[in-house]
T-cell receptor, first 116, second 112 residues
Framework: EPEVTQTPSHQVTQMGQEVILRCVPISNHLYFYWYRQILGQKVEFLVSFYNNEISEKSEIFDDQFSVERPDGSNFTLKIRSTKLEDSAMYFC??????????????FGAGSRLTVL | EDQVTQSPEALRLQEGESSSLNCSYTVSGLRGLFWYRQDPGKGPEFLFTLYSAGEEKEKERLKATLTKKESFLHITAPKPEDSATYLCAVRVSMEYGNKLVFGAGTILRVKS
């Protein structure tokens, strides 16, 4: 079964450092998302990406965050200068509008970010 | 503001003891309600989508129903492997694609 792949599974970084989280969405999907889940809290929307540009972003997604689809397969989330409060599980998701899985977000297993 | 509230926060069941989880929502216009299962340290795994009041979906021991204000996830004769956090989310329409607003989840523990 097709799946969304995320790397790394866990990253520990020092406050102020840059972090890049990587995702390989399902190959025929056209819509890409990043969500995050702070420990013990709700899963919350960060950003959506379609047709090589951001289609919507939340208040959380400020100037320190950026997303990119550098090639035909990868989708990345960059945090330029990490803060302690960025510690969370970051989930990548992708979606297609056609077929049996239409309108369903498929999530990856997540990347746990720990900022010290 | 779109809001999703799940209850109870946690539920402990004996194997075979059926029960229901609740998800109440407030949205400007429902464009789909989703149930996901999340195991510890993993991403949400899709279970069901419901679009209109009266709709029902079933999968093994799980059955999801939808009214105009809430959804229920019924678990019949649960087994220990059903232990997980069950997340409810509503779809908020964007110009392109989906944005999901999640509830806090119900942590289910099934003991043998």
């Amino acid at each position: 079964e097709p799946e969304v792949t995320q790397t790394p599974s866990h990253q520990v970084t020092q406050m102020g450092q840059e972090v890049i989280l990587r995702c390989v969405p399902i190959s025929n999907h056209l819509y890409f998302y990043w969500y995050r889940q702070i420990l013990g809290q709700k899963v919350e929307f960060l950003v959506s990406f379609y047709n090589n540009e951001i289609s919507e972003k939340s208040e959380i997604f400020d100037d320190q965050f950026s997303v990119e689809r550098p090639d035909g397969s990868n989708f990345t989330l960059k945090i330029r200068s990490t803060k302690l409060e960025d510690s969370a599980m970051y989930f990548c998701a992708s979606m297609d509008l056609l077929g049996t899985g239409a309108n369903v977000l498929t999530f990856g297993a997540g990347s746990r970010l720990t900022v010290l | 503001e779109d809001q999703v509230t799940q209850s109870p926060e946690a539920l402990r069941l004996q194997e075979g003891e059926s029960s229901s989880l609740n998800c109440s929502y407030t949205v400007s216009g429902l464009r789909g309600l989703f149930w996901y299962r999340q195991d510890p340290g993993k991403g949400p795994e899709f279970l069901f989508t419901l679009y209109s009041a009266g709709e029902e979906k079933e999968k093994e021991r799980l059955k999801a129903t939808l009214t105009k204000k809430e959804s229920f996830l019924h678990i019949t004769a649960p087994k220990p492997e059903d232990s997980a956090t069950y997340l409810c989310a509503v779809r908020v329409s964007m110009e392109y694609g989906n944005k999901l607003v999640f509830g806090a989840g119900t942590i289910l523990r099934v003991k043998s």
